[in-house]
């Protein structure tokens, strides 16, 4: 934005600048530049919706291998503790004999 832009005063409302600010410190922005920056969305160009859906694509993609992840690691922590449940049971304890009844 140049010096010789026109400057033009605001009021917004505090719960609605803090979560601009909010906003524009995830997008590392400036305040004005995350206003401006969602006024020109606002007024994008016909094909916006189409470039929503292809950030929305892109999301899901990213939340796909992402639950894949997660869902190995739990396969893997569930598989160690079904070893190890198997282990706990085959041993024997202080407080039982071969049994399993209590001394």
């Known amino acids: 934005m140049a010096r010789d832009d026109p400057y033009f005063r605001l009021r917004i409302p505090e719960p609605l600048l803090e979560r601009i600010k909010s906003s524009a410190e995830e997008s590392h922005r400036s305040a004005t530049a995350e206003i401006l920056a969602r006024l020109e969305d606002s007024y994008g160009p016909d094909d916006y919706a189409s470039k929503a859906g292809t950030v929305y694509r892109a999301e ?4 796909q291998v ?12 569930k598989k160690a ?3 190890r449940a198997g ?3 085959s041993e024997e304890t202080p407080f039982t004999d071969q049994s399993g009844q209590s001394e």
């Open 60 to 63: 899901a993609e990213e939340w």
């Open 81 to 83: 503790l079904e070893d």
């Open 87 to 89: 282990v706990l049971k």
């Open 66 to 77: 992402f639950s894949k992840r997660v869902l190995g690691e739990l396969q893997e922590m």
